[in-house]
């Protein structure tokens, strides 16, 4: 398991990298949410855990885009509704079957204060990975 939102699968002879679909979660360094979803991910999916595959798409990375199901339980919809994910809006259409259930998990989740959701002020792990970037490209050009 990679980060909180990759993972890898084992089916016969091969080894798969799957990105969740239609979700965020945060970055390892937002301490210690990031570190609360990888240990979430692994108690969800254990090793050894036999799971459905939907593909939606594969990633510029060569990824496996895809929605995990154990059983008829959606991991990627698990997650937000736990707080340990958020809806990634900008790729919600891979999941628009499933789409209204997951922005009402988030919406439980944020008005529980779960996870993520319980501190202040969070920053999306979207903008806080450009933030990231953008600031290491800063102290490059300055050096």
Known sequence: MGNRDTLRIRQPG??????LSCVN???????????????RLKQLLPAGTAVQVRT???DRYGRTVAELYVGKQSINWQMV??????????YLSGCSATKDQYLQAEAQAKK????????????????????????????????
């Open 14 to 19: 091969q080894v798969t990298t799957i990105r």
């Open 81 to 90: 509704k736990e707080g340990q994910a958020v809806v990634y809006r900008q």
């Open 25 to 39: 979660a945060p970055k390892r360094a937002q301490s210690p949410w990031g570190q609360q979803s990888t240990s």
């Open 56 to 58: 939606v798409t594969r």
């Open 112 to 143: 529980q204060r779960l996870g993520f959701w319980s501190q202040k002020s969070p920053v999306m792990p979207w903008d806080y990975r450009r933030g990231k970037r953008s600031s290491r490209f800063s102290l490059d050009l300055i050096k």
